[in-house]
């Protein structure tokens, strides 16, 4: 199956693959949808962010954070491989 879209919303995507053979397509979530609660990650960001009294700003300030954090830990980790 090859991957031939990724549909990103708020926090989770939903990533559509495509068998090479029979042309079958399957949508596969980055997250867990929950229809009894509908209950949903980005609805707990925003949970989170109202609890501790940050808005929208500093929430994507501190994820874009996290996310640079991640990619050097990565990049470390790629770099020790090397070596
Ligand atoms: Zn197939």
Same mark, same amino acid.
Request: hydrophobic share 45%; net charge positive; glycine share 4%.
């Given at each position: ?28 979530? =980055?997250?867990? *949808? ?8 980005? +609805? ?7 609890? @501790? ?6 929430? =994507?300030?501190? *994820? ?8 050097? +830990? ?7 491989? @090397?070596?």
């Amino acid at each position: 199956m090859n991957l031939v879209n990724e549909i990103r919303s708020g926090f989770y995507s939903d990533f559509l693959f495509k068998c090479k053979m029979c042309n079958l397509e399957k949508k596969i979530s =980055s997250t867990k *949808f929950v229809p009894d609660s509908n209950w949903s990650i980005n +609805k707990a960001a925003v949970s989170s962010s109202i609890a @501790i009294g940050i808005g929208y700003t500093q929430l =994507s300030e501190l *994820f874009l954070s996290l996310i640079i954090m991640l990619l050097l +830990k990565l990049k470390h980790r790629m770099q020790q491989k @090397i070596l």
